[in-house]
């Protein structure tokens, strides 16, 4: 269903394409528990292309891919490539493609994900483009309320922080609406969900409300997706400044929030959530970073065609 197929954003998966993802992470996750040896990918070759900073991400795909017998290539930092000489991403990307058996990349232009799939004949996968979106983030987001609410449905989920430049809002906002979750939106105006995602969610039948009340919204809301403010999206320096710290998770705030509460971050963090959160047992944050081990390797697995 998968193979040879590009990753690009949420909005392309059916729930049974989402299916297939969260059985197969499931089964790589039993696997790697057990200790076994998997060699699906023995013998292929995984580009990383990280064109900006990433830790979860670049070493969850890289230990994905060693941990499914696969060898990697990488690309830490655009300072390392050829990017810094001025060759095009196109022309990157097509020579790096017939080094490999899938490409992997993360850049920091809106659109650069596409651009590259397009001159890729193998597939590729997006780990993040720029404010656009982050639709391995949003796999092991899902995987991770399935772990550990039980069911992907019926949720209220609170998005808070950076929905304006926060691309893994967006990705998981597709997702959470093509389940049937409610969805409540609180940031700074300055910050709020791009109009035309709103607007798109909503024409896909999302229930979406938008406030600046975070006590109220946590007061209802079974998960709250908590996100940084995107420092290096800012032109200004002095607005970053204005909004930073203007919503923090603590431990009071999370006392009165709704009983059962799931917390999610894709991390890192700044001081979004303070760290006497992390002893809260519905803090899943580093459970959810530790998810993508898995959900990585079911990708690269399936549009690899080895599983
Ligand atoms: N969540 C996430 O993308 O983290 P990194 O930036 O560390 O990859």
Known sequence: MLKGKDIINTAQFSLQELDLIMNTAVSFEK????????????GQVVAALFFEPSTRTRLSFETAANRLGARVITVASAASSSAAKGESLADSIRTVDGYVDVIVMRHPMKGSAQIAADNAVHP???AGDG??????QALLDIYTIRKEKGTLSGHTVTFVGDLKYGRTVHSLGYLMALYGNKMIFVSPKALRMPEEITADLRSRGAEIEETDDLKKALSVSDIVYVTRIQKERFENPVEYEKLKGLYIINRALIDQAKKGITILHPLPRVDEISTDVDDYEG???FRQAHNGLYVRMALLAL???RV
């Open 131 to 136: 404010s656009g979106q982050h639709p391995t």
């Open 283 to 285: 803090a899943a944050y």
């Open 124 to 126: 590729f996968i997006n």
């Open 31 to 42: 696997r790697v528990k057990d200790g076994e040896v998997i060699k699906n990918m023995e």
């Open 303 to 305: 549009v690899t065609g």
